[in-house]
């Protein structure tokens, strides 16, 4: 069971249901990063440096299809605490959920500032039809998005 930015699809063996809630993102990097002197960013500069994305079992999580992606200068992260780190580190840029960078960045990262963004994101809640969920899990689904697991 995982939460994630809302997709057009997902694989058949997939559950998934839209919550409530929805997410902001942003685009980070480190404070010491040469994107962080400028004062408005756009993509041929992004491009200019490695993106740092998320590589997850769903491709493109985020709406990011139209963020340059460095051609080859390009790293992921499992998640998006690993990302954060890993921008902190001044290792490249990310888009990251804003609510994630403030509670957990400790001032180590600045927002770019970029044409349409922040962004803000539905979230799905998913699940696999090949695991059974568990009272917790089950518990957890139905508290989200009620009738969704049946």
């Known amino acids: 069971m995982g939460l994630l930015s809302a997709q057009a699809s997902y694989p058949p063996e997939i559950g998934h249901a839209t919550i409530d809630e929805s997410a902001d993102f942003g685009l980070f990097v480190s ?3 040469p ?9 041929q500069q992004l491009a200019r440096y ?18 340059p992606t460095s ?3 390009h ?10 780190d890993m921008a902190a580190f001044g290792f490249g840029w990310s888009a990251l959920p804003r609510w994630l960078v403030s509670r957990y960045s400790g001032g180590l990262l600045k927002e770019l500032k970029v044409a349409g963004w922040p962004r803000r994101s539905a979230v799905d809640i998913i699940w696999s039809f090949e695991r059974s969920l568990g009272p917790a899990g089950a518990w957890l689904l139905d508290s989200l998005v009620p009738f969704a697991g049946e």
Request: charged share 25%.
């Open 31 to 33: 404070h010491k990063h």
């Open 35 to 43: 994107l962080a002197a400028l004062e408005r960013v756009d993509y």
């Open 50 to 67: 490695r993106a740092l994305r998320l590589n997850t079992l769903v491709e493109h999580s985020i709406p990011t299809d139209d963020l």
């Open 71 to 73: 051609g080859h200068r």
């Open 75 to 84: 790293w992921s992260a499992p998640n998006y605490l690993l990302l954060m």
